[in-house]
């Protein structure tokens, strides 16, 4: 099936630091990604829809100098928590989305996530 | 933009009964319903979804209705096992997986023996 990954898993900074994230899909080719916020025992927010070669596109309330998105492959997107804060402590998942005609069904697959803690 | 809403909060079942989750959206374009189950610290899992063109799709124990008149689709679960404790999301899109989903805010189901 379809394969999702992310690296780290988890993550402790100082405050003040930025932090990467990859997301990548492993057997298919993804030209889209989206990437998700989750605060303990509350749902997935998404942040930004991430196409391979273009610009991200934020969502509403989302700080795109803040949280910045590449997409330079069609199997690696990377979401940079720049100047990370408290508040930004947060489980973050990207997923990917594979397309009609490669196999899987037409849907978004999630990779394991990454816990952020910044202290 | 797309509102789902999702209830119950929580749900507490005894090991072999049936389990019911609802959820509402606001926006008539969307046309693409997955579920998703999560457990705790994990990623979301698909297990099932429905599109606007079908009413109804079962797979095994789990089978998902989807009201487009009234905006409403529904998850539900026969034979609930222990395994199946978890948080379920139910999201909505359209015109399939490459759009944004939004998704609701979640059940915590407890299957207990």
């Known amino acids: 099936g379809a394969v999702v990954s992310q690296h780290p898993s988890w993550v402790i900074c100082k405050s003040g630091t930025s932090v990467k994230i990859e997301c990548r899909s492993l057997?298919?080719?993804?030209?889209?990604m989206f990437w998700y916020r989750q605060f303990p025992k509350q749902s997935l927010m998404l942040m930004a829809t991430?196409?391979?070669?273009?610009?991200?596109?934020?969502e509403q309330g989302v700080e795109k100098d803040k949280f910045l998105i590449n997409h330079a492959s069609l199997t690696l997107s990377t979401l940079t928590v720049t100047s990370a804060h408290p508040e930004d402590s947060s489980f973050y998942i990207c997923?990917?989305?594979?397309?009609?005609?490669?196999?899987?069904?037409?849907?978004?697959?999630f990779g394991p996530g990454t816990r952020l803690l910044v202290l | 933009g797309e509102n789902v809403e999702q209830h119950p909060s929580t749900l507490s079942v005894q090991e072999g009964d049936s389990a019911v989750i609802k959820c509402t959206y606001s926006?008539?374009?969307?046309?693409?319903f997955p579920w998703y189950k999560q457990e705790l610290g994990k990623r979301p899992q698909l297990i099932i979804d429905?599109?606007?063109?079908?009413g109804e799709k079962k797979d095994q124990r789990i089978a998902v209705t989807l009201n487009k008149t009234a905006k409403h689709f529904s998850l539900h679960i026969t034979e609930t096992q222990p395994e199946d404790s978890a948080v379920y999301f139910c999201?909505?899109?359209?015109?399939?997986?490459?759009?944004?989903?939004?998704f609701g805010t979640g059940t915590q189901l407890k299957v207990e023996l």
């Open positions: 991430s196409n391979e070669g273009s610009k991200a596109t934020y």
């Open positions: 429905i599109r606007s063109n079908v």
């Open positions: 997923s990917a989305y594979i397309p009609t005609g490669v196999g899987e069904r037409e849907t978004q697959y």
């Open positions: 926006d008539s374009a969307s046309n693409y």
């Open positions: 057997d298919f080719q993804a030209t889209t």
């Open positions: 999201a909505a899109s359209r015109t399939g997986g490459g759009n944004k989903l939004t």
